[in-house]
Each structure stands twice: as structure tokens, then as C-alpha cells.
């Protein structure tokens, strides 16, 4: 591990492909072992959603 502090889901995202998995596959995408199934893709998905949504502003009722 290379030991950075990742800031951003992006930047966490891309840390887990910049580096070999624990069965020394250079792209864990490509592990059977350590790939995600589309189950946990789609978990993922909605955890990541739920998070850019809580974070974006209310809205406003229009002026009248």
C-alpha cells in the first residue's frame, strides 16, 4: 500500500486500482477472487448516491 490518505470517494475509488490485490493480481478487477459481484457494485452505487445527495443543497421554494 502506498500509505496516502484519500480525500475523495474518487480518490479512494482509484486507490484500490492503483495497487496489486492481496493475490498479487496487478488489476483486482481482474481477481475471481477479489472482484466485486454486481450485488455489491449496485450496494455501492446507492451508498455512494445517497452520500452526493445528502450533501447537496435543499431546494428552495420559488418566489411567489
Known amino acids: 500500500m502506498s ?3 484519500c480525500l475523495t ?3 479512494a475509488f482509484a486507490a ?3 495497487e ?3 493475490h498479487q493480481v496487478p488489476n483486482p478487477a481482474e481477481c475471481p ?3 466485486l459481484t454486481e450485488a455489491e ?3 455501492l452505487a446507492v ?3 445517497g452520500a452526493t ?3 447537496s443543497p435543499a431546494p428552495r421554494a420559488a418566489a411567489a
Do not use: Y
Request: proline share 4%.
Open 3 to 5: 500509505g496516502r490518505i
Open 9 to 11: 470517494t474518487d480518490q
Open 16 to 18: 484500490g486500482f492503483d
Open 20 to 22: 496489486p490485490c492481496e
Open 33 to 35: 477472487k477479489c472482484r
Open 41 to 43: 457494485i449496485l450496494r
Open 47 to 49: 451508498l455512494v448516491r
Open 53 to 55: 445527495s445528502a450533501t
